[in-house]
């Protein structure tokens, strides 16, 4: 069992590293497009169009349960773990929707794939998945994100929104930017669907 569990850190760390590397030889991480609707002092309210995802789903109910087995399985079908062998770009950011009855992590796909022309998972827990269009409000944060920080952030986020009418149309997200070991200047979100007219 002791073994097991070293092998598991290794290739945990393994997949860490690579994600780094990933991430540090592109001089800038392709971004996940959206719109911007509104700039409040505290909140954003953002237009994100579809995409496709690399998503996972997950029993866990929190960031704790969810990250690093989640990563895990995301970064090696991006690493290679595929029908095709293929390398597929990091991009930003890692996006981890929770709720009571569940959770679900996945990695935004590089714009120039359309989902026809995406490499098939070898591990069948990982789905290609297209997202639908939707208004968000947006709270940002430094760091390195915890359970509590998480909690903290949206309760604040719902405050802001429900004093200013906004109505909630979804569960909660988290989106994390930066690669595990960038110490600096890291870049944290929580997200709220909302209803939105323009």
Known sequence: MKT????????????MIQSYKLMSNNLKTENQ???????????????????????????GTDYKSVSSSGFRKLAGYIFGGNDQGKSISMTAPVRMEMSDKGSSMSFVMPEKYKEADLPKPK????????????????????????DETIREKRDLLLKLIQKKGIKVAGEYSFLGYNAPFQFW????????PIDWKE
Not at 185 to 192: D, T
């Open 4 to 15: 097991f569990y070293i092998i598991a850190s290794i290739g945990f760390l393994f997949l």
């Open 33 to 59: 497009k959206y719109r911007l609707v509104l700039k409040d002092a505290q909140f954003e309210i953002r237009f994100y169009p579809s995409a496709t995802f690399a998503k996972i789903y997950s029993s």
């Open 123 to 146: 591990d069948a827990s990982v789905h290609i998945v297209k997202s639908s269009p939707q208004y968000v409000a947006v709270i940002s944060f430094g760091g390195y994100a915890d």
């Open 185 to 192: 200047s890291r870049k944290n979100e929580v997200v709220i």
